[in-house]
């Protein structure tokens, strides 16, 4: 069984900065690719940002390309969120997802319905 713990959500005025990070526990954390969703009131959850397995391989929607950077660290079994810039349209609920990579071939960070595991969500809440 997997475990999801979000945490470092807050609130920010326009322009600051935000640190997600999310701590896995279960089973070979090097085995799953991770990503960042996030839903904000009213609308359906999107992608935010996903890193493969190795970490060496990332990518990012296109609203937050060049201000979010994603990172993981397989010896901590952590998946970190630098948020930099932050915009109030940024403002939502934060979820780290899991996705297990090792009988998969191809990876697909954008489709939701690859992900086998949440976590219960943080809140980022940006004022403008």
């Known amino acids: 069984q997997v475990q999801l713990v979000e945490s470092g959500g807050g609130l920010v005025q326009a322009g600051g900065s935000l640190r997600l990070s999310c701590a896995f526990s279960?089973?070979?954390?090097?085995?799953?690719?991770m990503g960042w969703w996030r839903q904000a009131p009213g609308k359906e959850r999107e992608f935010v940002a996903g890193?493969?397995?190795?970490?060496?391989?990332?990518t990012y929607a296109d609203s937050v390309k060049g201000r979010f950077t994603i990172s993981r660290d397989n010896a901590k079994n952590t998946v970190d969120l630098q948020m930099n810039s932050l915009k109030s349209d940024d403002t939502a609920v934060y979820y780290c997802?899991?996705?297990?990579?090792?009988?998969?071939?191809?990876?697909?960070?954008?489709?939701?319905?690859?992900?086998?595991?949440w976590g219960q969500g943080t809140q980022v809440t940006v004022s403008s």
């Open positions: 890193v493969n397995w190795s970490g060496g391989d990332t």
């Open positions: 279960g089973r070979s954390f090097s085995s799953w690719h």
């Open positions: 997802a899991a996705d297990w990579a090792n009988d998969r071939p191809s990876w697909y960070p954008l489709r939701e319905t690859e992900y086998d595991y």
